[in-house]
C-alpha cells in the first residue's frame, strides 16, 4: 500500500510525520547530541513557526495524529498476556493473606 500526504508519497513513517505536520520532525524532537546553542536556535525556530497563522492548528494536528497512530497501532501496544502462574501456587491478597 501506498500512502500520499498532499499529493505527495511518503515512504517511511517518518516521511509520513513530516508530510502531515509541514515541517521537519526534528525541528519539535531536537536531534542527538545538538548543543545548547542549537537547541535555542531549533526552539525560536519553533516558536516563530507557531506564531505563524498558517500554523494555528498544528498543536491539535499533532494530537490528531498521535490519536490516530495510537488507535491504529493499539493492538501492538496494549497486546497484554496474562502470566501463568505454575500449578499449586496460590494467590496473594493485598492484605497479604493468601487467597
Known sequence: MRTFVAGHEALTAHEFMELALGTPVELWLGEEGESEEERAARLDA??????????????????????????????????????????????????????
Not at 498521535?66 to 501492538?76: G, K, Y
Not at 496494549?78 to 493485598?94: D, I, K, T
Request: proline share 9%; hydrophobic share 45%; net charge neutral.
Open 46 to 99: 519553533a516558536r516563530d513557526i507557531l506564531s505563524d497563522p498558517e500554523y494555528r492548528n498544528l498543536p491539535d494536528d499533532v494530537a490528531r495524529i498521535a490519536a490516530e497512530v495510537i488507535e491504529a497501532h493499539a493492538p501492538e501496544l496494549f497486546n497484554v498476556v496474562p502470566l501463568a502462574r505454575p500449578a499449586g501456587s496460590r494467590r496473594v491478597s493485598r492484605k497479604g493473606a493468601a487467597a
